[in-house]
């Protein structure tokens, strides 16, 4: 971690926040979809039922499931390393790994016609995007 009167303590700052508002995000979501499986599975299957993906729901949860989780652990632990050793590399994955996850999400809301929902996830994939930029290595 740089001293707060480093030139790359802002720089570092919203590295950990970024990564920590992934990790947080994903872990929620991919948490509450272990958790409440069945809930998750018979929401879905109506709102994805008149979309080409209406038969696989099953398939596509569990997906959707294991990005979600693996993105919240790897920005956990890319935040940590932020923290700890001060570098992003795992945080750059992280927002990498949540990218490809908010783009499947906005890919089934825009199959399943729910325009309002795939609109909503356009600031969490900008999020991504100025996470990738900020812990990428052109900055370090």
Known sequence: MPTPDSPHFATWLMQSFVSLFLAIL???SGMDKVMDWRGNLGYLQPHLAKSPLGGM???ILLILTCLEVSAGVVNGVG???LLVLGKPQIAFW???LS???VTALFFGQRMAKEYHGAAVL???FLLTLVGIFLTSSHLR
Request: glycine share 6%; hydrophobic share 50%.
């Open 57 to 59: 729901v099953p398939t």
């Open 94 to 96: 992280g927002t990498a």
């Open 79 to 81: 935040f940590l390393e």
């Open 26 to 28: 994903f872990l929620q």
């Open 122 to 124: 356009v600031s969490y």
């Open 99 to 101: 990218a490809l996850t």
